[in-house]
């Protein structure tokens, strides 16, 4: 099964995607993983991606598109594969389908996981990170044990500030996926409101798999 999971920073999208990939045996594929690995191995297009980046420019489509070309030609991906920050733009999607169809493949499933602007800001604003054991609270719906408050982080970018900036971003540039997914009769509205456990049913029950208890 070849899969996209769609939705805004902070929708549960990462959370979920461990129990997906490892119920269907297919690889997680995260172009922010893969980018990096590039740079870090010096491959020719990492290279390219780093110019880019000290540049402090944005990195072109292309680029981007030919990295994800080479991740899912290799062989732990041809039997299927769950895309995750990719496609970020409608002509990220449109190469996509027609890469995929030269090689005789097609997206299945797009899974979106909806989840409100207000309840995300929520849920991300009251994160704070222990530096120690790297354990993520949450001031309201997780919250730290006294012994360890005095030492949480609260990371630059899960700030108001910046969170309202990234969702912006994600309206505008990759919202539009969703009615062109919908148009292609791929995607699956998943509420992402609620317990871990109670979304990934969800997820499960769009995805046609068994649901565990």
């Known amino acids: 099964m070849n899969l996209i999971l769609l939705g805004p920073p902070g929708s549960g999208k990462g959370t979920q995607a461990e129990s997906i990939t490892r119920t269907l045996g297919i690889p997680q594929v995260s172009t922010g993983d893969i980018i990096r690995s590039a740079i870090r191995n010096q491959t020719p297009l990492g290279v390219e991606f780093k110019r880019f980046t000290n540049a402090g420019a944005l990195v072109p489509d292309d680029l981007v598109n030919q990295l994800v070309r080479e991740r899912l030609t290799e062989p732990d991906c041809l039997s299927g594969f769950m895309l995750d920050g990719y496609p970020r733009t409608v002509a990220q999607a ?20 909806d989840v409100a602007d207000e309840v995300i800001v929520t849920r991300i604003t009251g994160r ?7 354990h993520i609270y949450h001031l309201t719906f997780d919250p730290p044990p006294a012994e360890v408050i005095g030492r949480l982080v609260h990371r630059p970018d899960d700030t108001e500030e910046v969170l309202v900036k990234r969702l912006a971003e994600y309206h505008a540039k990759t919202a539009p ?10 995607l699956v509205r998943v509420d992402g409101v609620g317990g871990l456990a109670d979304v990934q049913q969800r997820a499960f029950r769009a995805l046609g798999l068994a649901v565990t208890a």
Not at 177 to 186: K, N, Q, S, T
């Open 94 to 113: 449109d190469w996509l389908d027609r890469m995929l169809a030269l090689e005789g493949r097609r997206v299945d499933s797009v899974i979106l996981f």
């Open 128 to 134: 704070r990170t222990d530096p120690v054991t790297g």
């Open 177 to 186: 996926l969703i009615p062109y997914y919908e148009d292609r009769g791929v």
